[in-house]
């Protein structure tokens, strides 16, 4: 499902359109991206360090699934992908703005200059824009990243390293400006085997909170 850009879809397209519809719960099974539904246990796990009430950005979000989540949390989301035909659904709801933008083209980033109270990437890597990542955090917001690792490629796809972390990446990417909060990288069997590198990490140098995984 990492792709490398096909094709260049020009200015960014803003979706503002306000039609109603409050659910909060992903309403979606399926969609073109075929991937899980439900969201990650890592992001559900840090979701309670978002400041409550700020805007979060799920990047990359293909169905949006933890965008959902955040929502469910009484957060507003930006949702931002290539392709947005799996976030359809939640178009026009005030407490959501929908970004079609190629990350990977060089052009500014649409957030460009926003702060956020949590960015969530999951399941996509493009390295240049990592660094900006952190800029994007508020003060005391929180940054949810998990991808795939070196060594999923003995396992599935992806395969190509520009698309696997090296073990530590997130850790040292992020670990100079951010408060690390937990980070893992190594090999989960379940439900399939897959090498995984995730952190959470939040900006200010105050303890968080360290619950039990729920
Ligand atoms: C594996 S899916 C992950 C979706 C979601 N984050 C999740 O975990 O459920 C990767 C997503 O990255 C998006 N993507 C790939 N290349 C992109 C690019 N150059 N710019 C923006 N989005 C991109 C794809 O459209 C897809 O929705």
Redesign the pocket.
Known sequence: ???N?REYKGAFRRMTRYEGGMNSEPTYDKGR?L??TTPSPWVTRFAPLAPAGGAVL?L????G??GRHFLGRGHPVVL????ISDVQDLAGRADVEIIE????SGSALPFAGRQFAAIV????L?RPILPLLADAVAEGGLLIYETFGLGNEDYSRPRNPDHLLRPGELLETFGKNLQVVAYEHGLRRDPKPRVIQRIAAVKGGAPVPIEPES
């Open positions: 499902m990492i792709q850009p991206h991937g899980p799920d990359a979000c293909g169905g699934r933890h931002l992908d290539r392709d933008a190629d990350l990977e990437v999951t399941n996509y493009w």
